[in-house]
């Protein structure tokens, strides 16, 4: 326990001289909200994959694949593909067309207000989604490490809570940009030695490594976890998977916290370098949760994890039979920073989507008289995302990582994504569609959530008792993930929205400006300077 104190507090206080050093940087709303447009594609490279390579991915993906084989391999083929379309559609309209936030997009052509109090309700409700499968993973894995020192999981979850808040309100965009670099950088070192340590294992026999995935032991039972159908089963694994694929390849491109990324380089063609960066580290991380989730299968077992900590421990428990205590604690240090520099990156895009768009935009029409205000509106929102996230986290303790942000990818596929492609390649698009769409998406995707085998049926003794009637009935939607039925309806709900309203003829001619702005950043460059 005192090896693993020591890590946590050596990285905890690595992450506070940062901010420490952020924060006399970080003056003003384009150095708090935008690092000030300086960071290079390398940096923003590392930082988009610091923060995609979330606790969902490092601790989540490695328990699924742990306990469901292949079935959860699919969870890092979703999450591997899902950059390309980021890279293909999303990543050089968005930088070349907006300031801070997704809603910049959307307010280019459209009447502002209306967009943008719905695109942040959007980022708030997707980063609120994500930001508790972080913090639930924090909470286990500080409660497990620091065991027997008096730091409950509720404790965990608090402290990670007040130390995320601080990164966001202390160093902005600069401070949680260099958190993540750093966490990704050891998050990768990290992964790599510990398969590599696995392939050690199996003395670097792949033909060894699949002969025990294929006779792992369930109980009493030995199963072969290269066979599909451990947790897609039939009559609707088949659709629950195709679901899972849309959400994820989908929902990656309407991630708020993803996307106020590209406005921290100072060019599109930095952009598209930063996400060229982030798909080789990412498509490598991803690669190697294999590795993580089937040697925790075949060499701890599943039965020992479910013991200890349950599925979000695979990883840390795989490190501590393979190198001892000393790795557990290097290992666990490294998901705690992970979870760190995520829930920063979420807090900053959920804080800066509110004071940009819904205080500055909204409630003054964009005519704030004091420059400081937006920032400082931020710094407050920070506060209230955090005290609302660490509640959530504490109430639903026993969910999967890796399936909460699922749900998350399904929230952002099914409410942003719609709205974003038809603003940049659709000519006809109207204000309205972008409210249809936006308010569909999100109503649809969560009223489905709640009603799925992921809410209803699930026996959860930490769910307050109030609530225990509703989860107990049968599901009334057969599929875990909503993405099949929710994003064809974001789709459907604005391009009805658009047909049924009168053309918008402002709207209209904006849109060439906004596909030459988009597609070569001319104008981009003086409009990111105010």
Not at 177 to 188: E, F, H, N, S, Y
Not at 344 to 356: N, R, V
């Amino acid at each position: 326990m005192t090896t693993s104190l020591i890590m946590f507090l050596l990285f905890i206080g690595v992450t506070l001289v940062i901010t420490y050093w952020a924060a006399k940087n970080s003056s003003g709303a384009s150095n708090y909200f935008a690092a000030g447009r300086r960071i290079k594609g390398w940096q923003n490279g590392i930082a988009v994959a610091g923060d995609y390579m979330s606790a969902a991915s490092f601790l989540g993906i490695a328990g699924i694949i742990a306990f469901q084989g292949y079935d959860g391999f699919m969870f890092s083929v979703g999450w591997l593909v899902a950059y390309l379309t980021v890279l293909l559609i999303v990543a050089e309209p968005l930088r070349n067309a907006g300031k801070y936030t997704m809603a910049d997009v959307l307010a280019y052509r459209l009447r502002p207000r209306p967009v943008r109090a719905m695109a942040a309700l959007s980022t708030l409700t997707v980063s609120t989604f994500y930001m508790i499968a972080q913090m639930i993973g924090a909470g286990t894995l500080v409660a497990l490490l620091l065991k027997g020192s008096g730091i409950t999981y509720n404790w965990a979850v608090i402290i990670v809570g007040v130390l995320m808040v601080s990164y966001v309100v202390f160093g902005g965009m600069l401070a949680t940009t260099w958190v993540q670099i750093v966490k990704a950088i050891l998050l990768m070192g990290g992964t790599v030695f510990l398969s590599i340590l696995v392939m050690a294992h199996f003395h670097f026999s792949f033909t060894a490594f699949f002969d025990a995935i294929a006779h792992v032991k369930d109980g009493p039972k030995v199963v072969n976890f290269l066979n599909p159908g451990l947790r897609y089963k039939p009559p609707y694994g088949a659709l629950d998977l195709i679901s899972l694929g849309m959400a994820l390849i989908f929902g990656t491109a309407g991630l708020p916290h993803i996307l106020v990324r590209f406005y921290t380089v100072p060019d599109a063609k930095t952009a598209r370098v930063s996400v060229v960066w982030a798909m080789v580290i990412i498509g490598t991380f991803y690669i190697m949760t294999t590795f993580l989730g089937f040697g925790a299968a075949t060499i701890v077992g599943k039965d020992f994890i479910a013991k200890n900590g349950g599925t979000n421990m695979s990883a840390p428990l795989l490190a501590q039979r393979l190198g001892g205590d000393i790795f557990f604690a290097f290992i666990s240090a490294i998901a705690f920073a992970t979870i760190l520099a995520v829930v920063a990156g979420l807090t900053i895009s959920a804080s800066t989507s509110f004071a940009h768009d819904f205080y500055d935009n909204v409630i003054h029409h964009g005519r704030t008289q004091d420059p400081h205000a937006s920032v400082r509106v931020a710094r407050i929102t920070s506060f209230v995302v955090g005290a609302i996230a660490i509640s959530l986290a504490i109430l639903l303790s026993n969910f999967n990582v890796a399936f909460l942000v699922a749900l998350a990818f399904a929230v952002a596929a099914s409410a942003n994504l719609p709205v974003i492609l038809l603003s940049i390649f659709w000519k006809r698009f109207t204000t309205e569609g972008a409210v249809w769409g936006l308010a569909t998406g999100l109503i649809s995707s969560l009223v489905l959530i709640v009603i799925s085998p992921s809410i209803m049926g699930v026996d959860a003794p930490t769910v307050a008792q109030a609530a225990r009637h509703l989860i107990q009935m049968k599901p009334l939607f057969p599929l875990e993930n909503p993405g099949i039925l929710s994003i064809p309806l974001g789709f459907a709900g604005a391009i009805i929205g658009t047909l049924t309203s009168k053309a918008d003829h402002d709207a209209e001619a904006k849109f060439t400006e906004l596909e030459v702005r988009a597609n070569t950043g001319l104008g981009a460059e003086k409009a990111s300077a105010h």
